[in-house]
């Protein structure tokens, strides 16, 4: 299974922008996927994440602002971000779980968002 994100880019504060993760390989619709970020110098956290089903989950400090979706017939995960902030910043990666877990075992090559105040 491979991840392509694409996306990212310079946006300033209270803008938006559009992830996007095209998947390769099959079974694309009983993952779960997710999207995860990684300022600098953390470490890489949930953002938000999907089951098979269109269950969604949040991190606190994004809810009501990103949304995330999947398109299973393009084998596509979403993640639309607004408001954004300069805490925002940082490396987004997108990954899928294998059938029937919680946690990545796949990972794309991440996209930087800078949110400039």
């Known amino acids: 299974v491979q991840l392509q994100a694409s996306g990212g880019g310079l946006v300033q504060s209270g803008g938006s922008l559009r992830l996007s993760c095209e998947t390769s390989?099959?079974?694309?619709?009983?993952?779960?996927m997710g999207w995860y970020r990684q300022p600098p110098g953390k470490e890489r956290a949930l953002v938000a994440s999907i089951s098979r089903l269109g269950s969604t989950n949040y991190a606190d400090s994004v809810k009501g602002r990103f949304t995330i979706s999947r398109d299973n017939a393009k084998k596509t995960v979403y993640l639309q971000m607004a408001s954004l902030k300069p805490e925002d910043t940082a490396v987004y990666y997108c990954?899928?779980?294998?059938?029937?877990?919680?946690?990545?075992?796949?990972w794309g090559q991440g996209t930087q968002v800078t949110v400039s105040s």
């Open positions: 990954g899928a779980s294998r059938a029937g877990d919680s946690d990545p075992t796949y």
């Open positions: 390989g099959s079974r694309f619709s009983v993952r779960r």
